[in-house]
């Protein structure tokens, strides 16, 4: 049973737009995650985000931001899209260090 | 930095048959570790979460952890059509207090056949 929710599950957009993927979860979790999985599908953190407090990987580029309006929901928005940002972008909410559950992922193509 | 490699990359398996999967990891100091499985174009489902030595079964998934040897494996007892999925290894330092500690392997493709 789905309890992450993510929106749209598909993009395709041209370099420099700007994209936005949107997660909700009603699990009631106080952390929520936006991770990156690649073609290889190996995935890598890329945000955490538990009680106002945000954790970002170093390694994760300044045109990525995430926007969260209260615990339940966590957004993330890519200011000018590039070919590198190909990927399945998933979402992920926990109860404090226990157990991730992921949404379905959005996959964006850019063109 | 931790890194976690899973083996093999790709696994036949006939059905009624057990298939086994491997994951290392590089920190000894790890204390979380759990098995998710990935449907194609899905996202990720907990199947065993293991915290100390020994095995931990969740139905047909048990899984093996040794610590001392930088192991933990997934057993599949049985495997179904419905198992056909990528089988990704998760490894954390728990002492964070943030699940974001945790590290994936690059997975295991699980392909049953009939015998």
């Known amino acids: 049973e789905t309890a992450v929710f993510q929106t749209p599950n598909y993009h395709v957009t041209q370099v420099g737009n700007e994209v936005s993927f949107n997660c909700k979860q009603t699990?009631?979790?106080?952390?929520m995650y936006w991770y990156k999985q690649d073609s290889k599908k190996l995935l890598k953190i890329m945000f955490s985000y538990n009680n106002k407090q945000l954790i970002v990987n170093e390694t994760v580029p300044r045109r990525f931001s995430p926007q969260s309006s209260d615990k339940a929901h966590l957004n993330l928005r890519i200011k000018s899209v590039e070919p590198e940002d190909s990927a399945v972008y998933l979402c992920?909410?926990?109860?404090?260090?226990?157990?991730?559950?992921f949404g379905e992922g959005s996959r964006l193509i850019v063109v | 930095q931790q890194k976690v490699q899973q083996s093999p990359e790709s696994l036949t398996v006939s059905e009624g048959a057990m298939a086994s999967l491997n994951c290392t990891f590089s920190?000894?100091?790890?204390?979380?570790f759990r098995w998710y499985r990935q449907h194609s174009a899905k996202g990720l489902e907990v199947l065993v979460s293991i915290f100390s030595d020994g095995e931990k079964e969740e139905g047909r998934f048990t899984a093996h952890l040794n610590r001392a040897n930088l192991h933990v494996s997934l057993h599949i007892r049985e495997p179904q059509p419905s198992d056909s999925a990528v089988y990704l290894c998760?490894?954390?330092?728990?002492?964070?207090?943030?699940?974001?500690?945790?590290?994936f392997g690059s997975g295991t493709k699980v392909i049953p056949c009939l015998p």
């Open positions: 992920a909410s926990s109860q404090a260090e226990n157990t991730l559950y």
């Open positions: 699990l009631g979790h106080d952390t």
């Open positions: 920190d000894g100091t790890s204390n979380n």
């Open positions: 998760a490894v954390s330092l728990a002492q964070t207090g943030f699940a974001s500690a945790l590290t």
